[in-house]
């Protein structure tokens, strides 16, 4: 299983980002997906999830400004993230729990928030 994330980059306070990640294989596949963030001298932190059923949860700051959504025929679980405040910078990971409860992990992909 390869997850690739894609979509970071650079953007001002306030401003939106979409960030991708694409799976090889069917997302049919897994009890969950999720993105993760590490900020710099920070740990890893979970930023939302989706489970197969399609139930959603975010972590307090980022509720109301970020939506976790998914793509089966594209097999891609994507980030929509509005309203980007520079504590939003960070590399994001995204997760993927089989339904033999081995992790994944993608490459990470880089969102830099600027003031």
């Known amino acids: 299983v390869q997850l690739q994330a894609c979509g970071g980059g650079l953007v001002q306070a306030g401003g939106f980002l979409r960030i991708s990640c694409a799976v090889s294989?069917?997302?049919?596949?897994?009890?969950?997906m999720g993105w993760y963030r590490q900020a710099p001298g920070k740990q890893r932190e979970l930023v939302a999830v989706?489970?197969?059923?399609?139930?959603?949860n975010y972590t307090d700051s980022v509720k109301g400004r970020f939506t976790i959504s998914r793509d089966f025929t594209k097999n891609t679980v994507s980030l929509h993230m509005n309203s980007l405040k520079p504590e939003d910078t960070a590399v994001y990971y995204c997760?993927?729990?089989?339904?033999?409860?081995?992790?994944?992990w993608g490459q990470g992909t880089e969102v830099t928030v600027s003031s």
């Open positions: 989706i489970t197969t059923g399609g139930r959603v």
């Open positions: 294989g069917s997302i049919f596949s897994f009890n969950h």
């Open positions: 997760h993927a729990e089989s339904m033999y409860y081995n992790d994944y």
